[in-house]
Nanobody
Framework: QVQLVESGGGLVQAGGSLRLSCTVS????????MGWFRQAPGKEREFVAA????????LYADSVKGRFTISRDNAKNTVYLQMNSLKPEDTAVYYC?????????????????WGQGTQVTVSE
């Protein structure tokens, strides 16, 4: 069984930064494509970013491109999401997810395992 645990969420003012972490246990972490998604109140879950198993390729939603950076440390079984220049519209619960497939993807249905989520709130 694969377990994902997110941390690093919190309250920050607009323009500020946060770094989310997601630690994976239970299977070989380096075999998984890792992704971050978010869900705001009353909205559907949306793709934020993804990274291939080797970190050779990344994918971002247009809304976060240039502000967020996804990275991973396979030795620590951890994926990160560095979020800069945060905006109130970034407020959401952020989830990390693991995909046992080969191709990097933004489709939530392709991801096999999910964390419990961490709240990010950006104030005006």
């Amino acid at each position: 069984q694969v377990q994902l645990v997110e941390s690093g969420g919190g309250l920050v003012q607009a323009g500020g930064s946060l770094r989310l972490s997601c630690t994976v246990s239970g299977r070989t972490f380096s075999n998984y494509v890792m992704g971050w998604f978010r869900q705001a109140p009353g909205k559907e879950r949306e793709f934020v970013a993804a990274i291939s198993w080797s970190s050779g390729r990344t994918l971002y939603a247009d809304s976060v491109k240039g502000r967020f950076t996804i990275s991973r440390d396979n030795a620590k079984n951890t994926v990160y999401l560095q979020m800069n220049s945060l905006k109130p519209e970034d407020t959401a619960v952020y989830y990390c997810a693991a995909d046992g497939g080969v191709l990097i993807t933004r489709r939530a249905l392709e991801y096999d395992y999910w964390g419990q989520g961490t709240q990010v709130t950006v104030s005006e």
